[in-house]
């Protein structure tokens, strides 16, 4: 008993002084800076401020639905086809694409001087790019576009991750034939009876993807709106300044949009309360025999493959484009790109070094965590882990720099480990905590009643059955480290050259070609990882 | 061991420091040599461009063979970040600094020293500041009409530029009317990056200085009530030039480079710079045609020079000094003026250099250089900023 007692201890302390307590400082020094007077007034007297915050939740709202629905069609139009066990691989090589890689490569896609343009212009003998306003549009169409790209797959890997798991199959294998036999068609029964239970693990995900999309920045630079431009820019550039007073009302922007969102969640969650009733009496009402519309699922599963291979396609032809002058539909080209990066692989070495010992430990901490704590001790973990990805990255960054300044940790290793290990592990808590909190406990009671020691059950019975969506967790906090840029750059002052680093200083001289090439560079390890997470998490009794 | 090193000191101390006359001064120079010897420099320095990084590079290999003062480049992507950490690090009591030296200019320099974070004055006690062409480029000491006060030590030179395809802009416009007249004949072709980027606040700085009658308001400080009298035709001519803007003056790139890749792309047909040179390098890289061609207005345009400064808890402050000291020899000068190295102008006076110096400063026309100079004018006072900032937003707010 004073073992187990020893062990929930260190467990605790560990958790709490690597993640909870140096995230709720850094946002209490964050925070500090946002109690200005000064900082509100300029705020409320910014003259972009109600139509940029209209921008950003219109396209975070956007984009999270838009993404939602195209997730659940394709999942329930592929769930245990051919195409399902591949379909997760798929997914997680498009979740390791960077968030502005895509950003990049969609908009040469469809920018005037873009690859579309000069097809239609090869017809039309066009000799100037036509005046299109496809990127950079006014009311954020093309920003939301992008969100919905980059975020329905990584809905689709949640959803893959659950329906993955050998007790939902089975709960599910009988849920469908007592509803088949009570005559409800495919899409009834994922209507009426698959998404209802799917939802509840769903929430937490799809909270991040809103918050996300409403508070993106570099994808929002790269083809969202310019004039005004959404809130999140806005904010960033004051939270670049080297003006206390921008800064103090970065501050208080902040606080604005972080409260924002909080209401747009509320209110969401006050939608579906009143909801509610419609949908059960839907729910009741008897048998229908829709089914899913399998073939429009499918054209969207394929429709994004393709388009997602054609960016990457698009990536490479750009790292190679010297130069690509409208209306010339090939590049000339040069390896001149490469060869810089090629320059790097000191950077690189500490990068993978970072993402594997952040990840590694974080997994090590949150399954600790979840075997020795309760259920409802999750709350303050996931609340914190919401707040710090919610906000933007440079805010909480420089309350964490403050932080570590007293600490005497600046320029350390060991700084620049504990501020990767924030985020990496904040995101693999939100992934891993409903997967592994809604593991059925009776397996355990079971292999308990039959004497087995609590380790190897864990070892033998529960671990393997979670091992989908512990791999995932492991290969989103990889991802994750992989592009942290604030840590590099402010609490190790420089001292560590990191990928992202170097990738931001050399891009803020936005040459396409280089950029092109360094988010290619970026994709391989967190699509590595992806890889290996998909292949190691598939069912040990796959009998295909 | 030790005789060499000093014999090696010795000849680093002549090289870098001909024009030293005064005994006591060259002493206090000797000292700080002494000291900066051995010394690891952090040199933070916006790191967007593959030309400078390599020169930076090249830098600390020769500070290091003179010296053993090793250099190393912080690359950061806005020097803002560098200013917010010195802050937070000198308000946490630190004194032994991240930062050793920084690349800075304009609002990041006027903040840092009128926040006391800066360390000197030191630029003119460098041995190569007797150098400098102090009276012919008068920013090098006028850093956006903030005195310099030996706070930093001046690097490099910058002059607003335009540049494009000489085969697509025959005639390039040579002040902001004529550039006017262009976009409303090739409307949708033209833009400026939306303040506060730099380059768009430069861009409307420069329409401000020509549709103002008197330009003895620029060298002083002003308020409100006066901008407002002031900046009356300026806003005209915003108004008039806007719909003959890309998208009709309703959106607005967010950065230069941005205009610059959209130039290249054939999107836009006029972009603009502050390194005059910076059309030639693109062309040598092969990402603007060999037919660019790069000018400034008749009357002149905007003009500034950048510069180095020591944080005041920095580390290594005479190591910081020797590198700044080294950026100034006419050797290091003259291989950054180079095209093919970098292509920044110099802040030397030629007349000061001995002839086979100045030799090395010879520079023949290359494709994209500026082939249509005009003068450089002053920055108008740092306290136009924020209200040029202020009021276009305010005029442009919902585009």
């Known amino acids: ?544 | 061991m030790l005789t060499r090193r000093s014999a090696l000191r010795f000849g680093a101390v002549t090289a870098l420091s001909p024009l030293v006359s005064n005994f006591a001064f060259a002493a206090d120079w000797a000292a700080v040599e002494a000291e900066a010897y051995g010394q690891e420099v952090f040199f933070n320095a916006w790191a967007g461009s593959d030309a400078i990084n390599s020169y930076i590079a090249w830098a600390g290999d020769e500070v290091s063979k003179r010296h053993r003062v090793k250099l190393t480049h912080v690359k950061i992507s806005d020097t803002a970040e560098v200013v917010k950490r010195v802050r937070d690090e000198v308000k946490a009591g630190k004194t032994n600094g991240s930062v050793d030296l920084v690349w800075i200019n304009g609002a990041n320099f006027k903040t840092m020293k009128s926040e006391k974070l800066l360390f000197g004055p030191f630029a003119e006690t460098l041995p190569n500041f007797a150098l400098v062409d102090v009276k012919g480029k008068p920013t090098t000491t006028q850093d956006f009409t903030e005195a310099t006060g030996g706070m930093e030590s001046p690097w490099g030179m910058a002059q607003f530029t335009f540049f494009a395809d000489g085969e697509k802009v025959p005639k390039p416009p040579r002040s902001m009317v004529e550039l006017a007249a262009f976009a409303k004949a090739n409307p949708g072709r033209v833009t400026y990056p939306a303040p506060p980027d730099f380059h768009g606040v430069t861009f409307l700085k420069q329409a401000l200085v020509e549709t103002t009658n008197d330009a003895s308001i620029f060298a002083r400080p002003i308020d409100k009530a006066n901008f407002d009298t002031a900046s009356k035709n300026w806003l005209v001519f915003l108004d008039e030039i806007r719909p003959t803007l890309w998208r009709e003056g309703r959106q607005y790139p967010k950065s230069q480079t941005e205009i610059t890749q959209m130039v290249a792309d054939g999107e836009l047909l006029i972009g603009l710079t502050f390194n005059p040179n910076e059309p030639a390098n693109l062309v040598a890289a092969g990402i603007l045609p060999k037919t660019t061609v790069a000018w400034q207005y008749e009357k002149g345009t905007i003009g500034n020079s950048h510069f180095v400064a020591i944080p005041a808890n920095a580390r290594a402050k005479a190591g910081a000094q020797f590198v700044a000291n080294f950026l100034l020899s006419p050797e290091a000068q003259a291989k950054k003026n180079d095209l093919k190295v970098w292509g920044d102008p110099t802040v030397l006076d030629m007349a000061k250099l001995k002839p086979e110096e100045a030799r090395l400063f010879a520079a023949t026309a290359v494709p994209g250089s500026v082939s249509l100079p005009g003068p450089a004018i002053l920055e108008p006072d740092a306290s136009f900023v924020p209200l040029i900032e202020s009021t276009w937003l305010a005029h442009y707010a919902e585009g």
Do not use: C
């Open chain 1, 1 to 544: 008993m004073a073992k187990t007692r020893l062990v929930k201890g260190g467990v605790a302390f560990f958790v709490l002084a690597l993640f909870l307590l140096p995230l709720l400082a850094s946002l209490a020094f964050a925070f500090q800076s946002g109690f200005s007077a000064e900082g509100w007034a300029a705020l409320w007297r910014h003259p972009q401020l109600w139509p940029s915050l209209w921008l950003s939740l219109a396209t975070g709202v956007a984009g999270t639905v838009l993404a939602l629905i195209a997730a659940l069609l394709i999942v329930a139009s592929l769930f245990e086809t051919r195409f399902w066990q591949n379909l997760s691989v798929a997914m997680g090589a498009m979740l390791a694409v960077p968030h502005v890689a895509l950003a990049v490569a969609l908009s040469f896609l469809i920018m005037p001087a873009g690859l579309i343009a000069r097809i239609i212009g090869l017809f039309l003998q066009w000799q100037t790019p036509p005046q299109w306003v496809t990127t950079h549009d006014p009311f954020g169409i093309a920003l939301t576009l992008a969100l919905v790209l980059k975020e329905t797959p990584f809905i689709i890997w949640v959803l893959a991750g659950l329906l993955s798991r050998e007790d939902v199959k089975l709960n599910f294998a009988n849920q469908r034939s007592a509803a088949f036999g009570l005559g409800h068609g495919s899409g009834s029964v994922w209507l009426r009876i698959f998404i209802p239970q799917l939802f509840g693990n769903l929430l937490w995900p799809l909270v991040i993807v809103f918050v996300y999309g409403a508070t993106v920045v570099d994808m929002s630079l790269a083809i969202g709106p310019t004039q005004p431009p959404t809130l999140a820019t806005i904010i960033w550039a004051d939270i670049n300044s080297e003006q206390v007073a921008h800064n103090a009302r970065g501050a208080a922007g902040t606080i604005f949009i972080s409260f924002s969102l909080i209401t747009v969640l509320g209110v969401a969650w006050a939608l579906t309360k009143t909801l509610k009733p419609l949908w059960r009496a839907l729910l009741t009402e008897g048998p229908s025999t829709w089914k899913v519309p399998t073939m429009t699922g499918q054209i969207k599963h394929s429709s994004f493959i393709g388009i997602y291979a054609l960016l990457l396609v698009l990536l490479v032809v750009l790292s190679l484009a010297k130069s690509w002058p409208f209306p010339q539909l090939w590049p000339e080209t040069s390896f001149h790109s490469w060869g810089q990066i090629s320059h790097q692989s000191g950077a690189v070495v500490t990068s993978l070094v970072l993402a594997f010992t952040a990840s590694g430990t974080a997994l090590i901490l949150l399954v600790a965590w979840f075997e020795t704590m309760p259920h409802h001790f999750d709350r303050p973990l996931l609340w914190a882990s919401l707040a710090l990805l919610g906000l933007p990255s440079l805010f909480v960054g420089l309350g964490q720099y403050q932080m570590f300044l007293y600490l005497g940790l600046t320029g350390t290793g060991l700084g620049l480990f504990l501020a990767h290990l924030l985020p990496v592990m904040a995101y693999m808590m939100i992934v891993l905590a409903q997967g592994y909190r809604a593991y059925d406990l009776r397996y355990m009671v079971t292999a308990g009643s039959l004497n087995a020691s609590l380790l190897s059950n864990l070892l033998r019975i529960k671990w393997p059955m979670l091992k989908a969506q512990i791999w995932a967790a492991f290969a989103v906090g990889f991802a994750v480290s992989v592009v942290q840029y604030i840590p590099a750059q402010l609490v190790a002052a420089g001292r560590f050259s990191t990928l992202p680093m170097e990738v931001v200083t050399l891009t803020s001289g936005a040459n396409r070609s280089l950029l092109a090439a360094f988010s290619l560079l970026l994709t391989v390890p967190p699509l590595l990882v992806y890889g290996a997470a998909a292949l190691m998490g598939r069912s040990r009794w796959r009998h295909t």
